[in-house]
C-alpha cells in the first residue's frame, strides 16, 4: 500500500487509472444524471450561460455551478456521456488528494494512506466519481469549508485568511446546490459551540468576513439574477427547497430510517469501522478537534437528511467523509494493536459481506436463467425491462467472487493489516468491475429501448416527449431545440391539438392504451417495457 499510495502524485495517478476508464460507455440515467447534463447541453445551444433551464424553460431547482463545469467538460470532449461524468472524475481526483493531505498534517502519513484506502475501498464513494450528479461537487467545497473552519477552533494565525476560505466554499457550495449548505455549516458550528461549553472560537471580525465572502459569492448568480429578472426564480427555488423538506417530493418518501440503512451498507465495510472508530480516543488537541468536526458533521448531515422527508440515496452523501475518516483512523488503531474489533462487529461485517458478496455474484445467474421465474413478475413494465435481450455469462460475476474472496479472508486471517488491505482491496475491484459489467446491463434493462428512440430523433424537425411519466432522456438524447410553439409544453396538444410538426412519443406499456385509442397517432413498436408512437401534423399528411 506505501507504494501505490506513496504521495500525492501515486493518489493522482491511481485516482485517473480507476475513474476516468468506462466513463463513457453506458447512457447517461434518468432523472438526476441526464437533467444536469441536458441543462449543460442547453446553455450551450442557447448560449444562455446565466439561467439553467431544462427544455429551454427556466430550471429553479439547482443553481448553475456544476452545470457550468459541465459546459466546460463538453467543449472540450462534446456532448456525451464521458463529458458529463467528467467534472467528477477530475473532483475524484482532487478528494483522494485532500484527504491524504489532511490525515498527513494532522495525523501521520499512514492514516492518510488508509483514509485514501477507504474512500477507494467502499462502494457508494467510488462510483459516485464515476457518475454524472452534483453531490461530489458539492460535498468538496462542504469539506474544505468545514476544514478551514476547523483551523479557526485551534489558535492559529492567519485567521482572516482562514474565515476567508469558509466563506468561499461555502459560497461555491451554495451556487452548486444551494443554501442548504449553509444550513449544515450552521447546524454544525452551532452544535460544536454547545458541546464546547459556548465558547464560541471566532470574533466579530472572522464572522463579518465569512458573511461577507459568502455574500460576494454567492451575488455573483443569486444577486445578478435578482438584480436582473427580479425575485421569480429566488421565489420557486425557496419554495423547492420547502417541499423537499417537508413533502416527499417526487415519488421519494422513504422511513425515517432510510439513511441509517444506506450507510450502513452502501459504505461496507468502512460503516463497521466507523461504529467502533467513534469510541477512539485521540491524541493532540488538533486530532481531537478534527475528530469533533468529523463526528458532528456526520450526525448534524444523518439526522437533518433523516428528518427531511424526500429522501434519495445520495442526500446524505456528505457523511461519507467523516464516516471514513472515523473508520480510518479505527482501522490505524488496528494494526497498532491499541484496539480490537469485538465479535459482534466482526460478525456484522462477515454477515453483510457475504450477503453483498453472495448478491453480486448471484444477478448474473439468476438473469441467465430469467425464463424460470419472469412470468412471475406482476408489474407489466419491470416484466417488459427485463425481456431486454442482454447477454449474461457467469464471468459477469467475477467482482462479486472477488469481494466474497476478501471478506473470507478477513474473517480467517490473524494479519490485521494484510487482512484489511485484502478487504477494502477486493471492495475497490468489485466496484470497479461492477461500474464496467454490470452497470450497463442494468441500464440495457431499465432505459436503453427508449434512450435508442429518441437518438434515433436527432435531426428532426419534431415535438419528442414522453406520455405518463417524468423524463429528461427525450430531450438530451434527441438533441432538441428550442419550438416557437409554446403548446408544445401541454402533452395533450401533443395528442390530440392541431400540432405543426411531427410528434414522437414513448410510453410505458401500462400507459399504452390510452395513445391506442387515439385516431392518427400511430404506434412504431413496443420494447422492453416501452411502447412509441409518431403522429403526423395536417402539413406533413397533405405532403
Partial sequence: MKIILKNEWTIAL?????????????????????????SAREMMVSHNYFSVQINFQRFWEKPP???????????????????????????????????????????????????????????????????????????????????HFYFLTLNTTNRIKYAFLVGLFLGLAVLTKGPVAIVIALLSYGTYVLTSRFKFFINWKELLTIIITITAVCFLWFGVDLVKNGPWFLIQFIEYQIRLFSTSEADHGEPFFYHWWVLLIGCFPASVFFMRGQFITVNTPQQKALKKWMLILFWVTLILFSIVKTKIVHYSSLCWFPLTFIAAICINDLWERKIELNSWLKGLLGLIGIIMSIAITAVPFVMMHKDMWIDKVQDVFAKGNLQADVHWAWTDSIGGIILLIGVLTYLISKNQRQKTIILFCSLTICSF????????KIEAISQRA?????????????????????????????????????????????????IDKPTYLSAKIQDAERLDTVTGIIKLYKKNGFAFYERLSMDSLKR
Fill in 450 to 498: 427508449n434512450i435508442e428512440f429518441f437518438e434515433a430523433q436527432q435531426g428532426k424537425d419534431a415535438y419528442v416527449e414522453t406520455v405518463g411519466y417524468k423524463s429528461y432522456a427525450q430531450y438530451f438524447y434527441s438533441k432538441s431545440m428550442p419550438h416557437e410553439n409554446k403548446n408544445e409544453l401541454n402533452n395533450e396538444w401533443l395528442i390530440h391539438g392541431n
Fill in 65 to 147: 455551478l456544476f452545470f457550468w463545469l459541465q459546459v466546460v467538460s463538453m467543449r472540450i470532449f462534446g456532448v456525451n456521456e464521458f463529458a458529463a461524468r467528467f467534472p467528477n472524475a477530475v473532483c475524484g481526483i482532487v478528494t483522494l488528494v485532500l484527504i491524504f493531505r489532511i490525515g498527513k498534517k494532522i495525523f501521520n502519513e499512514n492514516v492518510a494512506r488508509i483514509w485514501v484506502m477507504i474512500y477507494l475501498g467502499t462502494i457508494l464513494t467510488f462510483l459516485y466519481f464515476k457518475s454524472g450528479i452534483i453531490d461530489p461537487c458539492f460535498n468538496l467545497f462542504i469539506i474544505l469549508s468545514i476544514y
Fill in 14 to 38: 491511481l485516482a485517473i487509472i480507476l475513474f476516468m476508464p468506462f466513463l463513457g460507455h453506458v447512457h447517461l440515467f434518468d432523472w438526476d444524471e441526464i437533467n444536469f447534463a441536458e
Fill in 433 to 440: 468491475l461492477t461500474s464496467v459489467i454490470i452497470a450497463p
